[in-house]
Each structure stands twice: as C-alpha cells, then as structure tokens.
C-alpha cells in the first residue's frame, strides 16, 4: 500500500505561471517531507523540506505547504521556467524508528513551456 | 555536490550472472542507501546501511545483497539476475541527523541492463 502518493503523474504549466504539484501521505507518523527534483540520466536532487511543525517553508521561487489534517503537501514554483522541466518526487519519513528511511512518491514530471 | 560515485555508469549482463555495483563517498556520512528506480515505482529501497557491517532490508530486497566493510563503500550484489533487474540504480548518502532532518544525496546512478 503506498504510503506516499503523487496523484498526477504529469503537468504541464507556461513560462512564468506558477507550478502546483500535490502530495498525499497516508502515515500519520510521518513528520518531515522532502521534495526532489530529478532531470533525465542525472540523480535527483535535493530541493526544499518541511517540519511537520510548520506549515509553509519558502525557498526563493520553492514553496512547500503542509496541510497535516488533511495529510497533504504541495510544493509550488513560481514562476516557472523552462529549467525547472523535471520529474518531481515526494518523499517522506518519520522521527521514531526509521527515520533514516524515506518513502518515495512516484512522480510527478513537470514540463514548463516557453 | 555531495562527493558520491557510482561504477559502472552503465552495464549490460545476461541472465544468471552475478553482478556487483560500487557506490563511494567521500563525505563521511554514516548512512548509505540502495534504490532502484523503475517506470511507473517511483524510487524504492533495496537495502540501506547505518554503519560499518551494518545494514538492513528496505521495500524490494529479494534477490539483493549488499555489503559495507568500509565507511565509504556501499556494494549492492544481484547473485543471479534477472530479466526483472533491469533498472536505473540510485545510491544515496545521509548524515542522518535524527529528528526527521535527514536529508539523502544521491549519486548519479547505474543503467543496469540484464538481457
């Protein structure tokens, strides 16, 4: 049973609109997410995390957002670039037993036309 | 960048062989992990290791082993592959700061190709 979910395996957004991509988690011991980015023959790489203590973590045009009721997080780019086409992954783990684990979602690629 | 190197980049095999992929860091960091990432899965781990000689089984270990007698070497062994092996591998590292902040960085992977 995935316990990290990535619902759109695809989405394409313009130049300079802003990217929404979606994350759903059904572990409620899951208390620290992490989104990656990963371009073809390359290994993913880190991009922006979030504390299942706080709600919204900026990071230049990176924002993540956790809903914790709702066991859900976004990460948004605005705005986007041509650059920031990739496969997105979420991933996620938990501070008891494990916590040096991650659970992967399985993707999502995002294609951002000029 | 994180220093971790995978080898070989790319390799092809055929069925019943065994094969062993390299991952070496230079990082010092005390975690290290196996993934292999398909079309469709997403990343999933095979095996991870917490220390020198010590290692455990993540989601998709059957037909895996792995091995770390140093700190800086993490193998991954498939004894006998299969058709069903053919994957991109990934090797990752972590500090494994505890409390949820442990960030992994990963190499740049391994093309395995079992025909």
């Known amino acids: 049973d995935q316990q990290v979910k990535q619902n759109s395996p695809s989405l394409s957004v313009q130049e300079g609109r802003i990217s929404i991509l979606n994350c759903d988690y059904t572990n409620s011991m899951f208390d620290y997410f992490l989104w990656y980015k990963k371009y073809p023959a390359e290994g993913p790489t880190f991009l922006i995390s979030i504390s299942s203590i706080k709600d919204k973590n900026e990071d230049g045009r990176f924002t993540v957002f956790l809903n914790k009721s709702a066991k859900h997080l976004s990460l948004h780019i605005v705005p986007s670039q041509p650059g920031d086409s990739a496969v997105y992954f979420c991933?996620?783990?938990?501070?008891?037993?494990?916590?040096?684990?991650?659970?992967f979602g399985k993707g999502t690629k995002l294609t951002v036309n000029p | 960048d994180a220093g971790i190197t995978q080898s070989p980049r790319h390799k092809v095999t055929e069925t019943g062989t065994p094969v062993t992929l390299r991952c070496h860091q230079t990082?010092?960091?005390?975690?290290m992990y196996w993934y292999r990432q398909d079309p469709g899965h997403g990343l999933r781990l095979i095996h991870y290791?917490?220390?020198?000689?010590?290692?455990d089984k993540g989601e998709v270990s059957d037909g895996y082993s792995v091995s770390r007698s140093k700190t800086e070497d993490f193998l991954l062994t498939l004894e006998s592959a299969t058709s069903s092996q053919t994957s991109v591998y990934f090797c990752a590292i972590s500090a494994g700061q505890g409390l949820g902040g442990n960030e992994q960085f990963f190499g740049p992977g391994t093309r395995l190709t079992v025909l």
């Open positions: 990082e010092n960091h005390r975690y």
């Open positions: 290791s917490y220390g020198v000689k010590d290692t």
């Open positions: 991933a996620a783990s938990g501070t008891q037993g494990g916590s040096e684990k991650l659970v």
